[in-house]
């Protein structure tokens, strides 16, 4: 089995209102039923397990504002992969 190590990535992707709404409204069923929540990003799968840190972020500059909602957790190093 080859040791497929994940890059680093930092990505935005734009929805439309309908998808928005539909991703928010998945994610608050599995908050709340306490499952965790699987998406796709620009073509990768990305599951959050259900014990992620959740933190909503303020920002406001002279001509705009922005709301970040961030879903946080750690990811668990690979064991006996080292030789």
Do not use: T, Y
């Not at 309908?18 to 998945?26: D, E």
Request: proline letters at 5%.
């Amino acid at each position: 089995m080859k040791n497929r190590r994940k890059r680093e990535r930092d990505i935005e992707a734009d929805c439309s209102p309908g998808q928005s709404v539909s991703k928010l409204r998945r994610l608050a069923d599995c908050i709340e039923q306490g499952r965790p929540f699987r998406l796709q990003v620009a073509g990768e799968r990305i599951s959050i397990p259900r014990d992620a840190v959740m933190n909503i972020e303020h920002e406001r500059g002279a001509s705009d504002e922005e709301i970040e909602f961030q879903l946080e957790w750690s990811v668990p190093a690979k064991r006996g992969r080292e030789r």
